[in-house]
């Protein structure tokens, strides 16, 4: 195992000083300390939820009141968009298009693999920093300019790509200007992802702390590995298929457009017999590992969440590290259970339907676990813990309604429903989201040395925790009636439809209560970087390395090398005069302290 030497003192304070004389763009800007990348990841993701939410609050203005004109922003926006006031469908496809895009790609896996990745995985480990800080920061910045292409692109002539999040050819292909800029976006994105993900590989395997084994790495530090190796291997696929689209788009080439191909009644030039289910095939090998990107950091966020505030180990460590292996491996051979409607035999069905099964299992083994980790713990409900424990029946909800969608004789009439709406909203929103916000909580001490405030915490968590369920529970009921996703009225057009509608608005209200219902985190972050409740290193008497740096942490890190005597959860022992017996701490220095 490689380990971490503890450098001469003199080599140290060297280094300190000549990071202090560094000048603002440097330090701050084009910085290499994975702190500061992590903290630039993590406010550029959530300025991007932001804007990808409030991209949906319009699109609930639509589904709500269709045709209606929406007072004063509505003329803000323009005659090419919203002539009247009143939203134009090629807007709406815009909107939701970029909706699913911003907040996958440029907001929640960035915050959750980049912001928490960043910032957090080194500190846990007891490393300096990231093997390869220059990679670091090109990473970020990859990451930066692919979002600022993606928001370029409203502007274009003819708007934002307007093809869904899922870009299906052949009608991406033949698309305006934005999707274009999406496409190049998309690289950006990617590029950047694949960036970070060696990055975490080669850190995690390389820098650990002295006696930090494999089996003493908290949960957090596997789940980043894992999710880095699905980055490492799906993203390429998905990045062909990016350049593969542009080609077709402005090279004349055609990988994904059929010979004969007629559009608006002409026939188009497309002679080479390319295969629009080409595109599926790529962009689903990406996006089913790609959910497990987003949920597999929370699960880490929430392991690290539960056990500190239960003061108690996590039940099954072994067996949740082994689930994580056995998810990576098998969310590679799950995607085509996206693509029944495409006409596959009932063999190929067979086999996706079963693999999707399949994986159900260890995401039940690690929900499971974390369930048994709350019984007979001495239970702090703290903020970030209630996002926590708020997070487990609503992965649950999201995780039971998609194993319908797993089986071709249930997908075929729920696909493309509100049904599958609901499901995955409740896997990334109220799950993955929540997760994010207990991370927020729980180390924000650890980056700014101050507290969050508890009032203005549960402010915020207990209005967020009914509006989203107000959001999302119904479209439960929309997608059983067979109303389809992605249409511009609503389904109002169609009879079968209207008498579940009155639904729309219920969304639509819980929508913008949960809106409402950020403004106390936001007043709550800015406020606590300056006036929170100052603290020491560890005010949560936590056991893992990131508690024995300072808060918050120098140039570095740690004022001397840690060493890991323990495993990562030892709260509780019996005959230890505190609860918590951190891993940085000797048997000698724990008598002492």
């Excluded at 299992?361 to 713990?377: Q, Y």
């Excluded at 001495?378 to 039971?400: D, N």
């Excluded at 740690?558 to 891993?583: K, L, M, N």
Aim: glycine share 10%; with cysteine.
């Amino acid at each position: 195992m490689a380990t971490l030497e503890t450098a001469p003192a003199h080599e140290a304070e060297h280094e300190h000083a000549e990071h202090q004389h560094l000048g603002f763009w440097r330090q701050y800007v084009f910085s290499t300390d994975h702190k500061v990348i992590g903290i630039q990841y993590a406010v550029t993701g959530l300025l991007f939820l932001l804007f990808g939410f409030g991209l949906v609050t319009l699109m609930r203005w639509q589904l709500a009141y269709p045709g209606r004109a929406l007072p004063w922003l509505g003329k803000l926006l323009g005659d090419t968009r919203m002539p009247g006031g009143a939203m134009l469908p090629e807007f709406y496809n815009q909107l939701g298009a970029m909706h699913g895009t911003i907040m996958v790609f440029m907001g929640v896996v960035p915050l959750a693999v980049g912001g928490f990745g960043n910032f957090v995985l080194p500190l846990q480990i007891g490393a300096p920093d990231m093997a390869f800080p220059k990679i670091n920061m090109a990473s970020y910045w990859s990451y930066f300019l692919g979002g600022m292409t993606m928001l370029a692109s409203f502007f274009v002539p003819g708007g934002a790509a307007q093809s869904g999040w899922t870009s299906y050819a052949p009608l991406s292909v033949i698309a305006g200007q934005g999707q274009t800029m999406w496409l190049f976006g998309m690289i950006f994105l990617i590029t950047s992802s694949l960036l970070g993900s060696i990055n975490f590989i080669v850190t995690t395997i390389q820098l650990r702390a002295n006696g930090l084994s494999f089996f003493r790495l908290p949960f957090f530090v596997w789940s980043q590995l894992v999710t880095s190796f699905l980055l490492l291997l799906a993203f390429p696929p998905l990045e062909a298929a990016g350049v593969m689209q542009l080609m077709d788009r402005l090279g004349g080439s055609s990988f994904f457009m059929p010979s004969g191909l007629v559009v608006s009644g002409q026939v188009a030039a497309y002679t080479g017999g390319g295969n629009p289910l080409l595109w599926q095939h790529l962009f689903w090998f990406l996006a089913h590992p790609e959910v497990y990107v987003l949920i597999l950091p929370a699960f880490g966020i929430v392991s690290e969440v539960i056990a500190n505030n239960t003061r108690k180990p996590l039940w099954g460590y072994k067996i949740m590290v082994y689930s994580l292996w056995f998810l990576c491996f098998m969310s590679f051979i799950v995607w085509a259970h996206h693509m029944f409607f495409t006409g596959m035999g009932t063999t190929m069905a067979t086999f996706f339907q079963t693999t999707t099964m399949i994986i159900s299992i260890p995401s039940v083994v690690i929900l499971s676990a974390l369930f048994l980790s709350l019984w007979g713990g001495s239970i702090r409900f703290s903020t970030p813990m209630l996002f926590a424990l708020a997070f487990l029946p609503m992965f649950g909800i999201g995780g039971l309604t998609g194993l319908p969608l797993g089986l071709s004789a249930a997908d075929i009439p729920l696909h493309d429903t509100y049904y599958v709406i609901g499901h995955f909203h409740y896997v990334v929103a109220p799950g993955t989201i929540f997760a994010l916000f207990a991370g927020i909580y729980h180390w924000f001490p650890k980056a700014t040395g101050r507290k969050m405030s508890e009032r203005l915490g549960k402010l915020h968590f207990w209005p967020s925790l009914i509006f989203i369920n107000g959001i999302f529970m119904p479209m439960f009921i929309l997608g059983l009636a067979g109303v389809s996703r992605r249409l511009y009225d609503g389904g109002a057009s169609y009879d079968f439809a209207k008498p579940v509608l009155h639904w729309n608005v219920f969304m639509s209200i819980s929508a913008w209560g949960l809106a409402l219902a950020q403004i106390p985190f936001i007043i709550n972050f800015f406020m606590s970087i300056k006036r929170g409740e100052k603290v020491g290193q560890n005010p949560w008497e936590a056991t893992t390395l990131e508690w024995a740096a300072p808060s918050p942490p120098p140039h570095g890190n740690f004022t001397t090398a840690p060493v890991a005597y323990r495993g990562p959860y030892e709260y509780s022992v019996p005959g230890h005069p505190t609860d918590f017996t951190p891993q940085f701490l000797s048997a000698q220095q724990q008598a002492t302290s």
